[in-house]
């Protein structure tokens, strides 16, 4: 079994955030304590550290993680764009329980998976990982579990899981007390997940991942940006409907040139 640091406890405090911040700059993995759950920790910079995080759960590239941040500032650093309601949505629940999904400064040099040009973004209530945060920089953070296993709640619980692939453990006692009454029912107990990156498409504000930020609250702070699963199938039904409507009116236009030439290119009288 791994050594987990009880930071409780001042000197394996130090101690167990010393080896952590050496072992993350080695490229290796550390456990830590976020508002939420137990994540597992990667240099967010080193790929190869970034494939240990992925291997460790036992997930592919197309389930790039999550970077964890410990100041605003670097939301403009780490972000090609930062819509207003990105800014909003900061502003009032971080740090915390969301994650926002944006697009991603394309000259940023690295390799979290199959991002697709995006980046997941959050910054955790928990003084401890925003210290570590403050020291490292971004990090790498998925939740410390195998893939469909729970989210680990303790240190311990992740350690069950992960075992020696993971260098540090830090132990900051359970997570997830400040949400135990503010998840939806059925919500997940991770963050709640928006994407931000179709906004200037008209796409609004998407959840992904229902967590412990609650529709209401979001939509309490930016309104009818936000877009639920019915208002989105309704949005692709009004589209489909669309697209069919003109391919409709595509086929009487040659039906009817057909039948007289001379119709055919005629422009619309509206």
Known sequence: MPTIYDCSQPDELLTGTRLARQALGRGELAVIPTDTVYGVAADAFNAAAVQRLLDAKGRGR????????GALDALDALAAE??????Q????????????????QPSLVWDLGETHGTVALRMPN?????????ETGPLAVSSANKTGLPAAKTAADAADMLGESIAVYLDA??????????????????????DLTGIDEGAGVRILRQGVI??????????????????????????????????????VAEDAAAED???AGEPDAG
Do not use: C, N
């Open 126 to 134: 928990q003084k401890l990982a925003l210290e570590l945060l403050g």
């Open 89 to 104: 949505l900061a502003h009032a629940f971080w740090p915390g329980g969301l994650t926002m999904v944006l697009k991603a």
């Open 173 to 194: 006692g359970p997570a997830g007390a400040d949400y135990a009454d503010r998840a939806d029912s059925g919500a997940s107990e991770s963050s709640t997940i928006v």
């Open 62 to 69: 197309q389930q790039p993680p999550p970077v964890l941040i």
């Open 261 to 263: 030439p001379a119709k």
């Open 82 to 87: 930062v819509p207003v309601e990105a800014r």
């Open 214 to 251: 609650s529709v209401e609250q979001l939509r309490a702070v930016i309104g009818d940006v936000l877009k639920t699963d019915e208002q989105t199938a309704e949005q692709t039904a009004d589209v489909e409907a669309a697209v069919e409507t003109g391919a409709a009116d595509e086929a």
